[in-house]
């Protein structure tokens, strides 16, 4: 069942240590097929050295596994939530990668100082509100806070990030990660300066409309 799909979120998976993006075994990225509303997520607590597609997780919206002997991450309910208020997201990556986080921990959104800010995410990374881990807690402070940008940062927690696939969710991540480092670093030189947002708006009608192959 969806092959494709545990094919490609088992890929992204793997591609969180090989980024920098987790450690041990903590972070995960799942996928939604649109067709059937089936969602992939990997096992909870599973090495990621260790997984293997067919360990991927298949559930119904609503959690019922429908295949799979393991069990499934336990920010499965967070990705659900998600993906039941937003039909253009089939992708989510959820990390506590470090620099991003440090955002997080104090509550900031990551300012929009950088063209690489305004082309990928077309503004400043917002950061929630704090969320317990009780219920739909996380996914409500997550909707509540999603703008343009495809990734939030959880106020006190970590990184999640979206797309229409699980490698766009995984890229967002990155990047998210990448920005949130130079930031930093600017940050301990001196102030920086943010992006206005007629140039914010320029840089990101180019990066989506005509950068890359179409």
């Not at 450690?23 to 059937?36: L, Y």
């Not at 253009?88 to 997080?104: E, K, L, P, Q, R």
């Not at 995984?170 to 140039?199: I, Y």
Request: hydrophobic residues 35%; aromatic residues 8%; contains cysteine.
């Amino acid at each position: 069942m969806l092959e494709e799909l545990k094919q490609e979120v088992w890929e992204m998976n793997s591609e969180l240590p090989k980024q920098g993006l987790v450690t041990m075994t903590s972070g995960n990225v799942s996928g939604r097929d649109p067709e059937t509303g089936y969602v992939v997520i990997k096992p909870s607590g599973m090495s990621f050295e260790e997984m293997r597609p067919a360990d991927m997780i298949v559930t119904d919206s609503q959690g019922n596994v429908v295949e799979g002997d393991l069990k499934p991450s336990v920010d499965l309910g967070n990705h659900l939530y998600i993906y039941r208020h937003r039909s253009d997201i089939n992708g989510i990556v959820h990390t506590h990668s470090n620099y991003a986080t440090s955002f997080a921990v104090l509550g900031q959104p990551i300012p929009s100082d950088l063209t690489a800010i305004a082309d990928e995410f077309g503004g400043e990374i917002p950061c929630s509100d704090y969320a317990d881990n009780q219920g739909d807690n996380i996914g409500r402070a997550i909707l509540t806070a999603i703008t343009k940008a495809p990734a939030v940062l959880l106020r006190n927690h970590g990184v999640f990030a979206f797309g229409p696939s699980p490698a766009a969710a995984l890229k967002a991540a990155v990047m998210v990660e990448d920005v949130a480092k130079t930031v930093h670093l600017a940050l301990l030189r001196g102030t920086p300066k943010e992006l206005p947002p007629e140039e914010i708006g320029k840089w990101w009608d180019r990066y989506h409309h005509r950068y890359g192959q179409r």
